[in-house]
């Protein structure tokens, strides 16, 4: 009796294509769009900046330790620099793995 009464008012209203009927949606920007887009981009060069920043800095002690005979502390700070730049420089593509 329930699956007849089912068939009756749900899937009439399928084949006759009367259920669900949108127009294409048009997406618009959000509002601040261009003041997010200028700070991800400020966000963006300071990554970059720093990655870069602490390579050399991590170059330079580590030439620094060669050079005085020291222990050797800094190649695991270029391992973390460059480690460090590449998850940075793929985030986007980590975020969209993530959110789906």
Same mark, same amino acid.
């Given at each position: 009796m329930l699956l007849s009464a089912f068939?009756? !008012?749900v899937l009439s209203q399928i084949d006759?294509?009367?259920l669900a009927q949108l127009g294409n949606p048009t997406p618009e !920007?959000?509002?601040v769009?261009?003041? =997010? =887009?200028k700070l991800v981009r400020y966000f963006t060069w300071f990554v970059l900046l720093s990655g870069v =920043?602490?390579? !050399?800095y991590a170059g330079g002690r580590f030439a620094w330790e060669k050079w005085s005979g020291g222990g050797l502390a800094s190649p695991k700070m270029v391992a973390g620099a460059m480690i460090g730049g590449?998850?940075? !420089?793929?985030?986007?593509t980590i975020m969209n793995a993530v959110i789906g």
């Open positions: 068939h009756d !008012t006759s294509g009367v !920007t959000p509002p769009a261009d003041k =997010l =887009l =920043l602490g390579i !050399t590449i998850i940075a !420089t793929s985030a986007g």
